[in-house]
């Protein structure tokens, strides 16, 4: 290894505990955004509602990517899936094992790194990811990765946006990024949807669904 591969190398590890050290930070506060938390009845039913519209029919084995406190992955376990969660942080991962055993549901988080999930090839149903691809170096090469995770005929879903505060990324970027191999590939307008978010919102946020 030379020595300039491996400054690139530390720098890349060293941004990702930073990463980890301000994730864990959030934990204790991470619920309290409407959309995080899913406290409010009309926030957690809407959720519901959009994952039930776009998840498939039958009992499935889903992937959550970047999985928070678990919020999404307890609400599709409720909906009757087999859920795995993969997160950064350490401490969200123990905030959404807590809330699994809270609602008697059998969920298996893991710390794991998102951009290199340490997992079985084709093993699932559906990779979904909410609000992490657009702080991902390479996007295009993640979407690569995780696509390699589904089984034929999967379903990738990706709920992101381009928020006021400069953060994220346009769904055009998305589409641009996903691998060519995908079909049935769609975007939906999630912004006008105030339900999801708590209020209404005036930026840029969607869900782009494709298939393997």
């Not at 505060?165 to 995908?182: D, N, V, Y």
Request: charged share 25%; net charge neutral; glycine share 6%.
């Amino acid at each position: 290894m030379t020595n300039s591969s491996a400054t690139v190398e530390k720098s890349a590890a060293e941004k990702l505990e930073e990463s980890r050290r301000y994730w864990d930070s959030e934990a204790s506060m991470f619920d309290n955004e409407p959309d995080h938390g899913l406290r409010d009845p009309i926030v957690r039913c809407a959720w519901r509602d959009l994952l039930r519209e776009n998840l498939p029919t039958t009992v499935s084995v889903i992937l959550d990517i970047g999985c928070g406190t678990g919020s999404l992955s307890l609400l599709m376990a409720e909906l009757g899936h087999t859920v795995t969660g993969i997160d950064l942080s350490p401490k969200m991962i123990r905030q959404a094992q807590l809330k699994a055993k809270s609602a008697q549901r059998q969920i298996a988080f893991h710390v794991m790194e998102a951009s290199y999930p340490k997992l079985t090839p084709q093993k699932y149903d559906v990779v979904l990811c909410r609000h992490l691809l657009w702080a991902l170096p390479k996007p295009a090469d993640v979407l690569q990765r995780w696509t390699m995770l589904l089984k034929p005929n999967g379903r990738l879903l990706l709920i992101e946006g381009d928020w006021h505060t400069g953060a994220g990324l346009k769904a055009k970027e998305i589409l641009k990024a996903l691998p060519s191999r995908l079909t049935n590939v769609s975007h939906h307008e999630l912004s006008g949807q105030s339900d999801l978010w708590g209020g209404p919102v005036a930026d840029e946020r969607y869900l782009v669904s494709a298939h393997t």
